[in-house]
């Protein structure tokens, strides 16, 4: 399992109408381990994460799940969208958006069976929201939210995870109680990509890098990516305060918290 | 018994509209309930010419079909074309009733029997002349009824079969498109179901207040349910009030049935919003204490 290829994208370009978000994208992804995709603002890394779950149409290149086309695994790979992306004061329980995790295209029609209730259950009891199960979304906070979209994920039962910005506005508590959730699914051998904003937390939260600016910047295990050339590379202009962070970094083994130093 | 009929009636236009006007409202979509409404009259005008007669089930097939070619329009503009949501919804629909309005006024003239202004306004009152009478004798009720009875079970069929679909479409569609679910067949059935059931109800309310029977109550729902389904029923409970109480209003103040019904309903759209208000504002203070 250890070696597999995950998700492998190759000569990627994607574009809104004007000019190229990504360019020439082109990477292949380890399985099993915990994968950060960062990158300045705007660099693309939202592109990327709905180009690989088929949301977008690229301009060229393309995209492969386990060596298979995306529509042969759907059922292998799982999405968590930012978010903000939703309306939260929709009519919905935590239970009803956990449960559109079991959806799919076969199964839309019939009614949840007791094994897709058990799973739900199970996905709500492992994010801690087992008491909230009942409440509407609306009345979450950022944090439990984060969680909820978490848990309609792991209901899906995939083996590729990605998670877009779950870290965002949520509290240093949260984010390890969420960390630890995704640590134990790698240890179980699946894969999780996170698009991730914080630089000071890169070194804790992941084992695994993809630096993205439009272009591929960097990718590989930590310690070969997470450096300063690169992340210059991919910061540009903003180098003064990035270099501190590096160094911060660097000379504590362990890493000051700071939230939302922005870049 | 006329004004059992045309109780009756409206209150099942008013379970149509409320039912889908619940997903229009919580897609941020009501315009498009507005813009198919006015935009399915080529489509009336030109089935109807060619049957010849209002009753026909062409002049559904005809309507829907028009309907769904304006939500097409609406979301080609917007996505290909790049142009903005509302703008795309005032292209498309004006220019559409604009070609109804020239086919009526002039190519079919004498040939088409359609009075603009029963489409635009509808008449409650006459759905009485339109009889459904067999064995010589025997009233069944209006047509009227019977074409709303016919579009409610077609559309509680939908709903209750594609409750999941439509659900999905409505809270989150990227998320249907990334399990892997055509999220298009969802967003056109509805579209299809919308352009029923303006088209069955513009001969009795009219396809400037069809809009307020599909977005009013969903909204009041909107304001004091939890959970979908209740959110559905609460929706067509409101619609139901506002048919009887907007009924009884226009017969003592001797005033449009349909203006009525829908005033009321925005009415109690504020109530509703009003009392909600004081009642999260007497919890807070609770809390306080
Ligand atoms: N729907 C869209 N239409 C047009 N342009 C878009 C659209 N979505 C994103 N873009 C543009 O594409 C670029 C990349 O956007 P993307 O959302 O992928 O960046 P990102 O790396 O996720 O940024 P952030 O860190 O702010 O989330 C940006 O310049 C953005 O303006
Ligand atoms: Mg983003």
Not at chain 1, 167 to 180: L, Y
Not at chain 2, 77 to 83: D, E, F, N, P, S
């Given at each position: 399992m250890k070696d597999q290829i995950s998700i492998e994208v190759h000569n990627l370009t994607v574009s809104y109408g004007a000019g190229p978000v990504l360019w020439d994208v082109d990477f292949e992804l380890p399985t099993g381990k915990i994968i950060g995709v960062?990158?300045?603002?705007?660099?693309?890394?939202?592109?990327?994460?709905?180009?690989?779950?088929?949301?977008?149409?690229?301009?060229?290149?393309?995209?492969?799940?386990?060596?298979?086309?995306?529509?042969?695994?759907?059922?292998?790979?799982?999405?968590?969208?930012?978010?903000?992306?939703?309306?939260?004061?929709f009519p919905a329980s935590v239970y009803d958006v956990v449960m559109m995790g079991r959806y799919g295209k076969r199964n839309l029609i019939r009614r949840p069976n007791n094994a897709d209730v058990e799973i739900v259950e199970q996905s709500i009891q492992k994010v801690g929201l087992s008491d909230f199960r009942d409440r509407q979304i609306s009345q979450l906070s950022g944090g439990q939210q984060q969680r909820v979209f978490i848990a309609r994920a792991l209901a899906q039962k995939a083996d590729i995870y990605l998670l877009?910005?779950?870290?965002?506005?949520?509290?240093?508590?949260?984010?390890?109680?969420?960390?630890?959730i995704l640590e134990e699914m790698r240890n179980e051998g699946k894969t999780v990509l996170i698009i991730h904003h914080d630089l000071q937390t890169v070194l804790e939260h992941f084992e695994y890098l993809v630096l993205l600016n439009t272009r591929l910047i960097a990718k590989g295990n930590l310690q070969e990516v997470f450096t300063k050339e690169n992340l210059s590379n991919a910061y540009g202009g903003q180098l003064t305060l990035l270099s501190k962070v590096v160094e911060i970094i660097k000379a504590t083994d362990f890493p000051i918290r700071e939230k939302d130093v922005d870049l | 018994m006329n004004d059992f009929w045309i109780i009756l009636t409206a209150s099942l236009v008013a379970?149509?509209?409320?039912?889908?006007?619940?997903?229009?409202?919580?897609?941020?979509?009501?315009?498009?309930?507005?813009?198919?409404?006015?935009?399915?009259?080529?489509?009336?005008?030109?089935?109807?010419?060619?049957?010849?007669?209002?009753?026909?089930?062409?002049?559904?097939?005809?309507?829907?079909?028009?309907?769904?070619?304006?939500?097409?329009?609406?979301?080609?503009?917007?996505?290909?074309?790049?142009?903005?949501?509302d703008a795309s919804i005032g292209i498309t629909y004006t220019l559409?009733?604009?070609?109804?309005?020239?086919?009526?006024?002039?190519?079919?003239?004498?040939?088409?029997?359609?009075?603009?202004?029963?489409?635009?306004?509808?008449?409650?009152?006459?759905?009485?002349?339109?009889?459904?009478?067999v064995d010589q004798n025997l009233y069944l009720g209006p047509r009227a009824f019977y074409v709303e009875?016919?579009?409610?079970?077609?559309?509680?069929?939908?709903?209750?079969?594609?409750?999941?679909?439509?659900?999905?479409?409505?809270?989150?569609?990227?998320?249907?498109?990334?399990?892997g679910i055509n999220m298009n067949f969802w967003h056109y059935l509805m579209?299809?179901?919308?352009?029923?059931?303006?088209?069955?109800?513009?001969?009795?309310?009219?396809?400037?207040?069809?809009?307020?029977?599909?977005?009013?109550p969903a909204a009041t729902a909107q304001l004091i349910t939890k959970r979908l389904i209740p959110m559905i029923f609460t929706a067509c409970g409101f619609g139901i009030i506002a048919v009887l109480v907007g009924f009884y209003l226009a017969n003592w103040m001797n005033v449009s049935i349909t203006g009525a019904m829908i005033?009321?309903?925005?009415i109690l759209f504020f109530k509703v919003m009003m009392i909600n208000a004081m009642v999260s504002r007497k919890k807070l203070r609770v809390k306080m204490h």
């Open positions: 960062i990158g300045p603002n705007g660099s693309g890394k939202t592109t990327l994460l709905k180009t690989i779950m088929g949301l977008l149409e690229p301009s060229s290149g393309y995209v492969k799940i386990q060596n298979k086309s995306l529509n042969e695994v759907r059922d292998k790979i799982a999405y968590v969208p930012q978010r903000t992306s939703v309306d939260w004061d877009d910005e779950p870290f965002a506005g949520v509290d240093a508590a949260t984010e390890s109680s969420i960390i630890s | 379970i149509n509209a409320s039912v889908l006007g619940v997903f229009l409202v919580l897609r941020k979509m009501s315009m498009m309930g507005d813009a198919i409404s006015h935009a399915v009259l080529p489509g009336i005008v030109v089935a109807y010419y060619f049957s010849g007669d209002r009753t026909s089930p062409l002049m559904l097939l005809g309507a829907a079909l028009t309907g769904l070619i304006t939500a097409f329009l609406i979301d080609w503009l917007a996505k290909k074309v790049k142009i903005q949501g559409l009733f604009a070609v109804g309005m020239i086919m009526i006024s002039g190519w079919f003239k004498g040939n088409v029997d359609i009075d603009l202004d029963c489409v635009l306004y509808g008449d409650i009152a006459m759905i009485n002349l339109d009889k459904i009478i009875l016919v579009a409610g079970l077609i559309i509680f069929l939908f709903v209750i079969l594609g409750f999941r679909g439509f659900k999905l479409l409505s809270f989150d569609e990227d998320y249907g498109l990334a399990l579209m299809g179901l919308v352009s029923l059931v303006t088209v069955v109800s513009f001969e009795v309310v009219g396809a400037v207040l069809v809009i307020g029977f599909l977005i009013i005033a009321v309903s925005g």
